[in-house]
């Protein structure tokens, strides 16, 4: 229970923005984003964009979450999101979502980037994509699309506790069934507790926005490292599979 408490206690409103981000963090709409952390995204921006695919068109290069709002805290990382118009990839563009989304995976795990000692996570938006939070900076061009503004927050912690073991049940015994029964039997398992959580978090951010249950539980369970826990799972599950054991020769 020390674990979510610690969690639950870094969801708690600061009085500023992050003032190694922001040049005027007590007053937002006054604040634009400190030079050399504007930079320093806009190459990574760049880095991750060549990763993707030659001659992109990105439209925007955003900052959000934490970072871009007054719930920063030490669990806190710059959520960089290139907005790109799929349409520029007509009929395949169903299939260039699915590869940029396996090649943010990638991107992410194999890059261990930080900024005055936050990680970096960047993500391929779609421009008609809903995007719901109360602070959104482009980096581009470098001014507020949604400044950010205090939100009373009302957390139960009985009810959140409720809600994050139900949710930490559910991903333990995904991970013990892909560990028993492999990947193939798991796969309709792992894809509906994907899209679940996915649509859960959504719908929390839609009706309540930032501080709503279900955004604070799918965070929680981000910052403990259980999502993590569960993509390494299959990832090793997956490698095990497709291995072929030697032997010594007698």
């Known amino acids: 229970m020390d674990q979510i408490n610690n969690i639950l206690a870094s969801f708690n409103q600061q009085d500023e923005l992050n003032p190694k981000v922001w040049t005027n963090p007590e007053e937002p709409k006054d604040s634009k984003m400190k030079p050399k952390v504007k930079n320093a995204l806009l190459k990574i921006a760049d880095k991750f964009s060549e990763n993707l695919s030659e001659d992109l068109k990105v439209e925007d290069i955003i900052l959000t979450g ?8 030490n669990y806190s990382d710059f959520d960089l999101h290139l907005v790109i118009d799929f349409k520029q990839f007509g009929k395949q563009a169903e299939l260039y979502k ?4 396996l090649k943010k995976q990638l991107f992410n795990q194999n890059h261990d980037i930080k900024i005055f000692g936050y990680e970096v996570e960047l993500y391929a938006q779609d421009s ?3 995007h719901f ?7 581009k061009n470098d001014e507020w699309i949604t400044a950010p503004s205090k939100e009373k927050s009302q957390i139960d912690k009985e009810v959140f506790k409720t809600k994050i073991n139900s949710w930490k049940e559910k991903i333990e015994n995904l991970i013990k069934n892909i560990k028993k029964d492999g990947i193939k039997s798991s796969e309709k398992q792992i894809d509906s ?11 929390g951010l839609e ?3 930032e501080y709503s249950y279900e955004n604070l539980v799918f965070k929680y369970l981000r ?15 997956t490698d095990k599979e497709l291995s072929v054991e030697t032997r010594k020769i007698e």
């Open 66 to 73: 934490s970072l871009a709002n007054y719930n920063w805290s």
């Open 98 to 101: 699915e590869l940029f989304s």
């Open 128 to 130: 008609d994509e809903s």
């Open 133 to 139: 939070s109360t602070g959104v900076y482009s980096v």
């Open 193 to 203: 507790l994907k899209e679940k959580l996915k649509d859960y978090r959504k719908s």
């Open 207 to 209: 009706k309540e926005g």
């Open 223 to 237: 910052r403990s490292k259980l999502i993590e826990k569960l993509y390494n799972t299959i990832v090793k599950q």
